[in-house]
């Protein structure tokens, strides 16, 4: 979401000012990015069991919030559970009498054997936990579509595909679009440059604390990888005496 944030300044800023092709599409990028990390946040915080030093405290509400994370979603309220199952009786029975209707040969062993697949198929689908049917069916199909999309916006913007008169114009607004002929091609304008080097520095700090937070923690962890005693003892000992210089950071923040 950081690096289309940087993005759509660019695109947006650069003649013809506006919501376009490019800055419109980079917009969607970081709304989508940006509610999918929102929601698996409140998804993982709302399932999540209460810690163990906190069980005698909140007994009833560990339980609660335990059951949430770990109990199928249909077995969580009576009504989701019939609902489910009457859906895949539903879907036993039409699949079956349609392949039963069909002219195949061994017609009846054919039903019987999709039956027994789909049932089987079903009752996986019906214990998987909220956070796996959240996943499965809205974070993966949100995900995959945020993918293709972005690849659509990078190939559109390399091959030129936005190179137009309709995107040119930025027309995403309520009062319709606008084409300045003088700034086109070639940007004059002395505003141009700061909102580059704007978005330019947005992006670059979102990817760049991005790779330091993932060498750190590579770096912490690289020592369980190895099979030598000698060189995981050292490497334990470099993690612990960079927690002890960082001991503060963590304190402050929590």
């Not at 695109?11 to 919501?19: A, E, I, K, R």
């Amino acid at each position: 979401a950081g690096t289309a944030g940087g993005g759509f300044i660019l695109s947006y800023f650069t003649p013809t000012v506006g919501l376009s092709c490019r800055s419109g599409g980079y917009m969607i990028f970081g709304l989508v990015t940006t509610f999918l990390m929102l929601a698996e946040l409140f998804v993982w915080w709302y399932t999540s069991p209460i810690r163990p030093d906190k069980i005698r405290k909140h007994g009833a509400q560990y339980v609660r919030a335990l059951s949430r994370g770990t109990i199928s979603l249909a077995q969580s309220t009576s009504f989701v559970g019939r609902a489910l199952q009457r859906v895949g009786d539903v879907g036993v029975a039409v699949c079956t009498f349609t392949i039963l209707r069909l002219p195949l040969r061994q017609r009846e062993e054919k039903a019987k054997r999709f039956a027994e697949r789909w049932q089987n198929h079903f009752k996986r689908v019906q214990n998987m936990t909220v956070r796996q049917w959240v996943e499965r069916w809205l974070f993966t199909p949100l995900e995959a579509f945020n993918l293709c999309f972005v690849v659509y916006l990078l190939f559109a913007q390399t091959t030129g595909a936005f190179q137009n008169c309709w995107c040119q114009s930025s027309p995403w607004s309520s009062i319709g679009g606008y084409l300045d002929f003088t700034q086109w091609k070639v940007a004059n304008n002395a505003d141009v440059a700061r909102y580059w080097i704007e978005g330019t520095a947005i992006s670059c700090t979102v990817m760049g604390v991005g790779t330091i937070y993932l060498v750190i923690e590579w770096c912490l962890q690289a020592h369980l990888s190895t099979e030598n005693y000698e060189d995981a003892m050292r490497g334990l000992k470099n993690v612990r005496r960079f927690r002890r210089f960082t001991f503060w950071v963590s304190q402050s923040s929590a």
